[in-house]
């Protein structure tokens, strides 16, 4: 195979590909195969139409061409030529003839070429892992919260904060039924967070006793729509009052959470709290990271065809929408400042992997997959095979990359290992690496 890179300015390349005939021959021959094992109906098996045969090889090795010979070889050539392609190539011309070389040129863009950026120039505050006993007794407290039990109230309760309720609420509007307002069976814990529309119900829920039935006018609030503002009968029956019981922290409770004793338990806790801290710590680092960085560049040229189909979704998006009442339209311009500030950011990202030979973790990735299909109760193998799957899994692994590519960064300018095995309780400092 031979191979020609033509810069065409900017990052726009051009690439002609020949392929020596005893390299395309096999591809030749199998084209052959398939249309001679072909039935033409009026002919005799291996007997076609003049010229039949050589319109089908052109169309069978056109496909041949685009499936198999140009993404083998364009692959091939780019390796070679150390190209790093930003986006799909086209394809402009496409030669072959039986007995002859195989031939083709395409065009794309590749990626901005950029230096490393200067660490130095980089300022993070260091941040240090401090656990404090309210640390622990606030995720202790958490853990009996998630834990606790709900028991039937004592005959004669009445219904207070924090408890569980099942009511029935029957709406009416001058006596006919409002549908809107209505629901059976609806278990609400009051001083939580609720549906927005049975917000306005929960005063007069409280104080509320098993069996009792209370009938009072409400006036509807925004979050009723078009009702705002109308009166409406709401006749609430309690069927069920729950109070809420913590569990007590005690060996049953250790042994709960598989540790056997007080001290297995909070050595657990520490480790708990200790990756929670350390995961915002490294959060705060790579936000402080990718805001800075740009700022380490002079501006440099984008890939024109991923800019201009950017705007394209864009305009799509903007003329789906305005079709809606709902969505606000979209300020195209803005968004594309938005989005090549993160294109710009992605290729300096991608170029300190490069310059500084950082490699993707891909068990770290594995992991992260796993735990993610085991949460939507798939197997990741069969996630993988779907096209979800896929488009998770390549998130997925976005994500692991850039994380990798940023702490690497970080410990370049605080000059150590972002790992924190213990428990620090100093103060924070500015740091910059040197």
Known sequence: MQSEIQDLGQLKRSISIEIPLEEIRPHYNSVLNKIRSAKVKGFRPGKFPKGWLEKRFKEFMQAEAFEKVIPEYYGKALDEKGINPATQATVD??????GKPFSCKMSFEVKPTLQKPEYSRIQLEKEELVITDADIQEHISRMREENAEWLEAEAGNAAGNGDQVLVDINATINNVPYENGSVADAQIILGTEVNSKVKILLPHIEGMTVGETRTSPITLDQFYGEDEGKTVSFQITLKSLKNRKLPEVNAA???????????????????????????????????????????LYADFDL???LLKKKEEELLKQNKEDSNSEEAPALDISEAMDSYKKELRLSY??????????????????????????????????????????RNFYHITAQKVYEEQILKFVAEKVLGESLTHDHDHHSGAEAHSHE
């Open 93 to 98: 011309e496409i030669n072959f003839e039986q």
């Open 253 to 295: 409770f250790y042994e709960k959470f598989g540790k056997s004793s007080e001290e297995e338990f909070l050595k657990e806790i520490r480790h708990e709290i200790q990756h929670q801290k350390n995961f915002l710590i490294l959060e705060k680092y790579y936000a402080a990271i990718k805001s800075q960085l740009p700022g």
């Open 303 to 305: 890939p024109e065809i």
């Open 348 to 389: 300096i990202l991608d170029s300190v992997a490069t310059s500084e030979s950082i490699e993707i973790d891909q068990n770290e990735v594995l992991q992260r997959f796993a735990r993610m299909s085991w949460m939507f109760g798939s197997n990741p193998e069969q996630m993988i095979e779907s096209p979800l799957g």
